[in-house]
């Protein structure tokens, strides 16, 4: 009887371990949403629901929105007391951070393998064409000139945790940049708090960690470049499958404006001065990160569709998906080999 007794026993206890095993490696998804940079921001984690039964979450969403209000307190041009914007003042005081200084590091190396068609010096003219906050400015080729003689990321240099210019009047403008950073930053805490799986976006600006589920990977929707799709997500040109990758997209049809029956796009070409016009309406990238993912795209929608594509092709850490209309004003994509191989048919 007693070794009837210790077998059922043991057997309750093995089914009962099983189940809590069972139970505890079930997942649950943690989605955080809130307002940051002008935009808003998606994460969703993966977390364990063990974690949950015992009353617990890996992050909470005030810990995310003090992230990007320090975030944002380095690189926001639009706060007067920011890093940045104390060194657009030339505030002789201010010392940067190690959030402004990758940034730079970063955009300056994307400006060197870019030729300089990625360039964060471009604030007085982003500023002239109407792309800052005073709206559009009178402009001619006296006044481009004028500007693009404080333009040039070799007018601007970090030496420790301070930045020298050239001339005073250079600014730095990292908003081509920043918001990929940003999905970085999160991505990247979220990792050191726990999360091995999650997705973060954040105005359209997306990082994948890990994977959704067993052989799920993370799916993202590519905006159609249709003027005033302001709302990412809403209208889709296609949808790609995401796992430890990052992916950004630029194109002229959220930042723009029309004077005398001309479109102006935010793609300020430091060579000229003036918004880039080629063929492209948008650009793709997928990095290992989203810093560079943003600064690329940004780069290629200058650059143009040929010099992008062939780009693209020699760098082995690059993928990109390109539309563009053709020669006859027809609506056309083209995806590299490694971004075709990430698409999803639909």
Known sequence: MRRVIFSAALLALIISAVFLHYRYRQVAFLAIDGFTQGTTYHIVIKQPLGVLLRGRRLVEKEELDSL?????????????????????????????????????????????????????????????????????LPVDSAVIDSLLQFVGMEKVRLEGNRVEKTDPRVRLDVNAIAQGYSVDVVAEWLKRRGARSCLVEIGGEVRACGSKGPGDPWKVGIDKPIDNNNIPGARLQAVVKLRNKALATSGNYRKFYIRDGVKYGHEIDPHTGYPARNRLLSVTVVADSCILADGYATAFMVMGLERSRDFVLRHNNLEAFFIFSDEQGNYRTLATPGFERMLVER
């Open 68 to 136: 990007l209000h320090r975030f944002d307190l380095s690189l926001s041009g639009y706060l007067p007391s920011s890093v940045i914007s104390r060194i657009n003042r030339n505030d002789p005081e201010v010392r940067t951070d190690s959030l402004f200084n990758e940034c730079f590091r970063m955009a300056r190396r994307i400006w060197r393998e870019s030729g300089g068609a990625f360039d964060i010096t471009v604030g007085p003219l982003v500023d002239a064409w109407g792309f800052g906050p005073e709206g559009p």
